[in-house]
């Protein structure tokens, strides 16, 4: 015989379920589960309800609801406190609703993007050296062949902070480094960046004949940058090739690890995207390292608008002339290194 759960306050609940009826979990309503992951992202009700522009009254009846069909606690509320707590129960649960809210977020966004037709918005992630050298070239032809859409762009230091804005549904394309992380992504390259040397004018890297070794690069101070995938790499190139990177400044700024460099603080190993070419008071030296492999992504499961995809293919033909000159400069500087 079937026995239904009683409704009883939070405190009354166990934090781990005795039983769980076979419809409790079919009949949960999305209200509840969008109120739980808000107090659980929020750390609060309070917050909660700013963030869902609710009452507080109704995150608190839904995270109620939601604990009594369940018959767990999913919070633990303690006395004299503004905050809450996720029991172990609510750790579990918030794996499942992350997905589940996830999805109809991406899903909300592609059925805006459908009804929207040739007008809208496109959201586009971009982070620094991509937005200064690439971007502007093609959100000008973008905007002359889609006048009615608006290019909303989201800036990060780095594409991987962008990717987790793609999943839920937050972007619609990224640009970002080859390879992909793992996740649901696909991607076009559009070109490849060559690291480069910058140094101080006069210094006596500034005088080599022939391209930097590895290890010649690995004994020097230098400069780069704090949260990116490709230091990260030149790192591990680095100590592969037996020698501790001297990393004596980071900084997020394109400008400034150029300017750190041209005042002689150390060497700085960067893209060539990330390089003021007119700088008079740096040289820019090429090197042999495996160029940054650069490509817009996008969800492979979400519908990508005409929008979308005409802006893909317009950033792969802005590329492929950028690409050529990054290539020419690339192999003039090496020329006069021999």
């Known amino acids: 015989m079937q026995t239904d759960y009683l409704v009883v306050a939070p405190g009354d609940l166990p934090s781990t379920p005795r039983r769980i009826l076979p419809d409790a979990?079919?009949?949960l309503s999305l209200r509840q589960l969008l109120s739980f992951r808000a107090v659980a992202d929020e750390g609060s009700f309070h917050g909660a309800a700013a963030a869902l522009d609710y009452t507080q009254s109704a995150v608190s009846q839904h995270?109620?609801?939601l604990e009594t069909a369940l018959g767990v606690r999913l919070f633990d509320r303690g006395r004299g406190r503004r905050t809450v707590e996720l029991t172990e129960a609510g750790r579990l649960l918030l794996r499942h609703v992350e997905t589940i809210t996830d999805r109809l977020q991406a899903a909300r966004a592609d059925l805006l993007a459908y009804a929207a037709g040739e007008t809208g918005t496109l959201?586009?992630?971009?982070y620094q050296s991509v937005g200064t050298r690439v971007l502007p070239a093609i959100i000008g032809r973008f905007a002359q062949e889609w006048p009615g859409v608006e290019v909303r762009l989201t800036e990060a230091n780095s594409d991987e902070g962008l990717l987790e804005l793609i999943e839920p549904g937050q972007l619609d394309l990224s640009f970002g480094v080859l390879p992909m992380p793992e996740g649901p992504f696909e991607a076009v390259e559009l070109l490849h960046d060559p690291?480069?040397?910058?140094?101080q004018k006069d210094s006596a890297l500034s005088k080599l004949e022939g391209?930097?070794?590895i290890e010649l690069i690995g004994e020097q101070k230098l400069i780069g940058f704090r949260s990116c995938r490709s230091t990260r790499w030149l790192e591990g190139e680095i100590r592969a090739a037996g020698r501790e990177p001297n990393f004596v400044f980071r900084s997020e700024d394109n400008g400034t690890v150029q300017a750190m460099a041209g005042a002689g603080l150390g060497t700085a190993i960067?893209?060539?995207?990330?390089v003021d070419l007119g700088d008079p008071a740096v040289t820019v030296i090429p090197t042999d390292l495996e160029p940054r492999r650069i490509a817009l992504m996008w969800h492979r499961d979400r519908y990508r608008s005409p929008a979308a995809l005409s802006f893909v293919d317009i950033a792969l033909d802005v590329c492929a002339g950028l690409s050529a000159t990054l290539v020419a400069d690339f192999e003039a500087r090496r020329s006069r290194l021999r």
Do not use: K
């Open 123 to 126: 959201r586009v992630g971009v």
């Open 195 to 199: 690291f480069v040397l910058v140094t």
């Open 270 to 274: 960067v893209p060539s995207l990330a």
């Open 25 to 27: 979990l079919t009949d």
């Open 63 to 65: 995270v109620m609801s």
């Open 211 to 213: 391209m930097p070794s």
